[in-house]
């Protein structure tokens, strides 16, 4: 027996347990090891029961992250097999059985091993401790609901615990077109700073400057002089969200005492071979990085941003909408970087949007 043939009768086994068991069955993607989107498996299985202190959640809409792009192919670390992917999901509690939370409250689940350790949110339902929820109240679609969590929670930490920007000040980042950098501007153009973003793309500029960019600039290397030219003395903050690559060059495009984030590797690479601090880090600038939990998203600053956006008042850069059968054609859009914006998978239980 093949291994994925194997892994299909065990599921398959643990699906008739439930069925006898009375149990209820829900449609999930399980990936069984990593690979291309081929890999990613739409199955069914039991739906997970809570114990006291965790949530089950009727998902209704989940985020793709590149995180899920890198356990796919089998860039993570600490993964266990199979998995139902998946590092955040929305929706509304099914069942809570400590009592913490109603059933029907609307939520959102993100990170703590969610989709690593244990399974996540590319599911129908998806089983979370509670200290991973977030509770809110809207009427926006659960397309929109889906994109936020995650990608609010990295844009808004970013700029507050690891650049704990100020109004007026300038800020660059490096990686514009990403659904975290183009929320990142979002934010920082309402807490009133001056955002320069960059892309490879030249076809970008329009999207930059859709979500409220002043100076879009055409990453094809070095750019800390191109910056230095808009920002005289350098940038007050730098959210890096390539990765290693260009880190040299942010810390070279930021002022004295300014500070240089690093969030992201959309170039897949997260480390510096012979870093010499001295020499690479130049005299003053400040470096930091961020890496975020469900705690690091305060509930009003969901909920505010979610009015702001049922009020016209903000846009949600969400690139494009898939059902859940169509979990492939999401990932393989994800890896092409061809999506423009947060790739949001609705799972068919909130209704079409
Ligand atoms: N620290 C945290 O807690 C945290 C949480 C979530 C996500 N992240 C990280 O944040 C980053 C952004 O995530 P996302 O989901 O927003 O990404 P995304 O929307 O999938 O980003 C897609 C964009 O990335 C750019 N890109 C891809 N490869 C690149 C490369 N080699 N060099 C430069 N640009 C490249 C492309 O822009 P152009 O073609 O326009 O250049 C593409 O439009 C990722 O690295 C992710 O892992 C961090």
Redesign the pocket.
């Known amino acids: 027996m093949t291994r994925r043939a194997l892994n299909d009768a065990v599921t398959t086994a643990g699906v008739d347990a439930a069925r006898r068991a009375g149990g209820r069955r829900m449609r999930a993607v399980v990936l069984d090891a990593p690979g291309p989107v081929e890999a990613l498996h739409l199955r069914e299985l039991p739906v997970p029961r809570p114990e006291p202190g965790w949530v089950l959640i009727s998902v209704k809409a989940f985020?793709?992250?590149?995180?899920e792009?890198?356990t796919r192919l089998g860039l993570a670390e600490g993964m266990t097999y199979p998995r139902v992917l998946g590092?955040e999901a929305t929706g509304v509690v099914a069942s809570c059985p400590g009592g913490e939370l109603a059933p029907g409250q609307q939520v959102v689940a993100l990170?703590g091993g969610m989709g690593r350790r244990f399974d996540g949110g590319y599911a129908e339902y998806t089983c979370v401790p509670v200290s991973q929820v977030i509770a809110f109240h809207s009427d926006l679609p659960w397309s929109t609901l889906g994109a936020v969590p995650?990608?609010l929670?990295?844009a808004y930490?970013?700029l507050t615990v690891g650049l704990d920007v100020r109004p007026g000040q300038t800020l660059l980042v490096?990686?514009?077109?990403?659904?975290?950098?183009?929320?990142a501007t979002i934010l920082a153009k309402r807490m009133g700073l001056r955002v320069l973003a960059?892309?490879?793309?030249p076809d970008?500029v329009d999207?930059l400057t859709s979500v409220g960019v002043d100076h879009v600039l055409i990453?094809d290397g070095p750019l800390a002089d191109r910056v230095r030219s808009l920002a005289p003395g350098g940038v007050d903050a730098a959210l890096d969200?390539?990765?290693t690559?260009?880190l040299p060059d942010c810390l070279r495009a930021t002022r004295v005492h300014g500070v240089v984030c690093m969030?992201?590797?959309?170039?897949?690479?997260w480390t510096l071979p012979d870093f010499y601090p001295t020499g690479d880090i130049p005299s003053g600038v400040r470096l930091t990085?961020?890496?975020?939990e469900a705690s690091?998203l305060p509930a009003p600053v969901l909920q505010e941003f979610l009015d702001a956006v049922a009020a016209g008042d903000v846009t949600v850069p969400i690139?494009r909408i898939f059902q859940l059968d169509e979990i492939r054609e999401a990932h393989r859009l994800?890896e092409e970087?061809?999506?423009?914006?947060?790739?949001v998978v609705l799972t068919g239980r909130g209704g079409t949007s």
Do not use: C, F, W
Not at 174 to 183: D, I, P, Q
């Open positions: 985020g793709l992250n590149r995180s792009l890198h590092i990170l995650e990608m929670q990295t930490g970013s490096r990686g514009g077109t990403s659904s975290v950098g183009m929320t960059t892309t490879r793309n970008s999207l990453d969200l390539v990765g690559p260009t969030s992201g590797m959309l170039s897949n690479q990085g961020y890496s975020g690091d690139g994800m970087n061809a999506a423009g914006g947060k790739i």
